[in-house]
């Protein structure tokens, strides 16, 4: 609920609707030029009624293998907690803006990044700030976002010391993508394959 309300203020505060901030403030910028919003419109016919294809867009399934099932992307519709249907070209895109400054300024990108603390967690140790969990990784500092909806799963993370991003998108529910981003970024990083 957190990110609806905030879409709602940034549409409020704005003046145009959260969509075209987004497309405005994130995706032009960032070169993002394969994102887009998952409006789902119902099509009216005279003879049969659904939503309108996206194109290029994956089914989701969920279930065991040879058991699968395929499952609708409903979940988050509301703007803000979700909708944004992206590719792994460009969510790399974004982790570039993001840390290169075509996005955010250095104080602001480090204000996202300073943990929050709860009353609960008086010793901040979540690691989360403002849509990011900073931590430590494979002996390393890591950055990253992960997130699901019924029949996707993906990963977006970043070892910004080491100028490394690995995004993992999965169109299988149930698809552990923390293991596979861990696995890249042990061979990676175990390598020293890693260039500035």
Known sequence: ????????????????????????????????????????????????????????????????????????SRMYAERGAGGLVTTVDDLARFAAAFWRGALLSDAARAEMLAPWRSPSDAAGDTGYGLGWVTRRRLGHRSVSHDGGNNGFVADLAVWPDDDLVIVALSNHGFFDVDALVSQLARTVLQAGAVRR
């Not at 409020?12 to 910028?29: A, I, K, M």
């Not at 996206?54 to 499952?71: F, M, Q, W």
């Open 1 to 72: 609920m957190g990110y609806v309300l905030l879409s709602c203020v940034i549409a409020r505060q704005s003046g145009v609707s959260f969509r075209q901030f987004v497309r405005d403030r994130v995706l032009r910028p960032a070169g993002m030029t394969d994102s887009v919003f998952d409006d789902q419109a119902p099509l009216k016919h005279v003879m049969y009624a659904g939503n309108a294809v996206l194109p290029r867009l994956a089914s989701g399934y969920n279930g065991a293998p040879g058991k699968l099932e395929t499952t609708s």
